[in-house]
């Protein structure tokens, strides 16, 4: 009966180290600067705890191709910024607005998407606000 205990113990503090180490912070986006990246998606998912996308750029000179990839806010909080589920599906283009990674890798944080036809979400409740950087953008990406 001990042993069945202790197991379960240490299975429960598993699991619980294993759902606190999955989620981090927003401190390897610079919140203080905004790129935009306009490509085809490959990868769409709006699942919690983040929203995952990747594109397709065209390279530098129009040769060849290559994936960027880029994280966002919780199903949730994308809503209330005006997804909708089954906006955004693989082959669309997308203008992404993103706050970059601090070690210059591309991609980011995705601040605003617009879709070709115009259609719009982000962080911020209308396009023109996605221009908008710094401290009100990280708070919003960290969740407070």
Do not use: W
């Amino acid at each position: 009966m001990k042993t069945l205990r202790y197991i379960a113990m240490t299975a429960f503090s598993l699991c619980l180290a294993a759902a606190a180490g999955a989620h981090h912070s927003a401190v390897q986006f610079d919140f203080g600067k905004q790129v935009q990246y306009t490509g085809v998606v490959k990868e769409f998912s709006a699942i919690n705890l983040h929203m995952r996308m990747s594109i397709e750029l065209k390279n530098a000179g129009g040769a060849g191709t290559h994936i960027v990839k880029f994280e966002g806010h919780s199903t949730n909080n994308m809503y209330r910024a005006g997804y909708r589920k089954g906006m955004v599906q693989a082959g669309q283009t997308v203008t992404v607005n993103a706050a970059p990674y601090r070690d210059g890798t591309e991609g980011g944080y995705v601040i605003a998407v617009t879709l070709a036809d115009g259609t719009f979400f982000g962080m911020k409740g209308r396009a023109q606000d996605a221009q908008r950087t710094g401290d009100e953008v990280r708070r919003q990406a960290e969740g407070r």
